[in-house]
Antibody, heavy 120, light 110 residues
Framework: QVQLQESGPGLVKPSQTLSLTCTVSRGSITSSGYYWTWIRQHPGKGLEWIGYIYYSGSTSYSPSLKSRVSLSVDTSKNQFSLKLSSVTAADTAVYYC????????????WGQGALVTVSS | QSALTQPASVSGSPGQSITISCTGTSSDVGSYNLVSWYQQHPGKAPKLMIYEDNKRPSGVSNRFSGSKSGNTASLTISGLQGEDEADYYCCSFATSGTYVFGSGTKVTVL
């Protein structure tokens, strides 16, 4: 089964850029039919979809975050990445990477999540 | 893009059935047969329970079932068990080409 693992700094200063990477194992990021997705969860709150990227580089972003989000993919490393700029304390959350099935539009495999705290 | 509306909490006794509603709009829930449901235990990643409104992934108990009418989707858990105590989220693909999650429902087994 596909496995996903988030990695990156757990602490980011306000106004800086949050950067996370998701490494995909036991499967290829270039497999057709899958969008590679970021989802976050504020402490004690619900899930929020951030965006997805296809291995070709095409993307879709949440309207509420679109101005600050950038997703990229590195097929040579079987990884995809999230950058969120100008962060504030409101961006403190657990960030999940997940695989979205293009045919059924659900998230079938998830990483374990990475807590990112925005604080000076 | 507002979150889909779910009840904050639902409870039931072991063996009973409970239903969680998920209300959206004609731009998301009502547009496609693409509502999915996720179970999340504390400190864990969400797990897919239902997709395409009413389909179960392999390995998910048949005690879980999904349905939809208009702009409202529902998740029913029958034969409630202690292990079902968790948070549940609905999610829908939207006409804007984006996804929207529900506000989440805490299920308590009494």
């Amino acid at each position: 089964q596909v496995q996903l693992q988030e990695s990156g700094p757990g602490l980011v200063k306000p106004s800086q850029t949050l950067s996370l990477t998701c490494t995909v194992s036991r499967g290829s990021i270039t497999s057709s039919g899958y969008y590679w997705t970021w989802i976050r969860q504020h402490p004690g709150k619900g899930l929020e979809w951030i965006g997805y990227i296809y291995y070709s580089g095409s993307t879709s972003y949440s309207p509420s975050l679109k101005s600050r989000v950038s997703l990229s993919v590195d097929t040579s490393k079987n990884q995809f990445s999230l950058k969120l700029s100008s962060v504030t304390a409101a961006d403190t959350a657990v960030y999940y990477c997940a695989r979205a099935d293009y045919r059924t539009y659900n998230f079938d495999f998830w990483g374990q999540g990475a807590l990112v705290t925005v604080s000076s | 893009q507002s979150a889909l509306t779910q009840p904050a909490s639902v409870s039931g006794s072991p063996g009973q059935s409970i239903t969680i509603s998920c209300t959206g709009t004609s731009s998301d829930v009502g547009s496609y047969n693409l509502v999915s449901w996720y179970q999340q235990h504390p400190g864990k990643a969400p797990k897919l329970m239902i997709y395409e409104d009413n389909k179960r992934p392999s390995g998910v108990s048949n005690r879980f079932s999904g349905s939809k009418s208009g702009n409202t989707a529902s998740l029913t858990i029958s034969g409630l068990q202690g292990e079902d105590e968790a948070d549940y989220y609905c999610c829908s693909f939207a006409t804007s080409g984006t996804y929207v999650f529900g506000s989440g429902t805490k299920v308590t087994v009494l």
